[in-house]
């Protein structure tokens, strides 16, 4: 097998999945915050929690403006720190009550977009899908 024909595949799947992405969430966005904030939230969301390093590290956003905008989150009443019991040296970032609702109505329209792409596909092609789906988190994500 070519794996740099592999590798020119991937980055065009990549590539595509990034154009997806901004189109499943366009208009689910909120516009109370701004999208790196948003994109802080989703984080949390995909994960349940998250430190400040994790979100720095995953979102490639430097420690003092990772700070700032959980602050402003904060603020705002959609995410809350919570003390590690075991090292209070460490802190999660979580959602506060508002913020999982803002955050489940968004993904109840990027879920109902996604579904309206997969719409006409017959299950043994969804069925291809989600194994498609599996493949790639067992071996490249």
Same mark, same amino acid.
């Given at each position: 097998m070519d794996n740099s024909l592999?590798?020119? @595949?991937?980055v065009k799947f990549t590539a595509s999945v990034h %154009? /997806?992405?901004? @189109?499943?969430t366009k208009n689910n966005r !909120?516009?109370?915050?701004?999208? /790196? @904030?948003?994109?802080?939230?989703e984080h949390i969301y995909v994960n349940q929690s998250a430190t400040? #390093? %994790?979100?720095?590290?995953?979102?490639?956003?430097?420690? !003092?403006n990772t700070s700032r905008e959980i602050?402003?989150?904060t603020e705002k009443g959609l995410l *809350? *720190? /919570? %003390?590690?019991?075991?090292?209070r040296r460490? @802190?999660?970032? #979580?959602?506060t009550i508002e913020g999982q609702k803002k955050l489940e109505t968004v993904f109840a329209g990027i879920e109902a977009n996604f579904h309206s792409r997969i719409k006409d596909l017959p299950d043994h092609e969804l069925e291809k899908v989600r194994e498609a789906i599996d493949l790639l988190e067992k071996y490249i994500f």
């Amino acid at each position: 097998m070519d794996n740099s024909l592999l590798f020119r @595949q991937f980055v065009k799947f990549t590539a595509s999945v990034h %154009e /997806v992405t901004h @189109q499943l969430t366009k208009n689910n966005r !909120p516009t109370d915050i701004t999208s /790196v @904030q948003y994109s802080i939230m989703e984080h949390i969301y995909v994960n349940q929690s998250a430190t400040l #390093s %994790e979100i720095s590290d995953c979102l490639y956003i430097s420690m !003092p403006n990772t700070s700032r905008e959980i602050k402003k989150l904060t603020e705002k009443g959609l995410l *809350k *720190k /919570v %003390e590690n019991k075991d090292d209070r040296r460490k @802190q999660s970032i #979580s959602f506060t009550i508002e913020g999982q609702k803002k955050l489940e109505t968004v993904f109840a329209g990027i879920e109902a977009n996604f579904h309206s792409r997969i719409k006409d596909l017959p299950d043994h092609e969804l069925e291809k899908v989600r194994e498609a789906i599996d493949l790639l988190e067992k071996y490249i994500f």
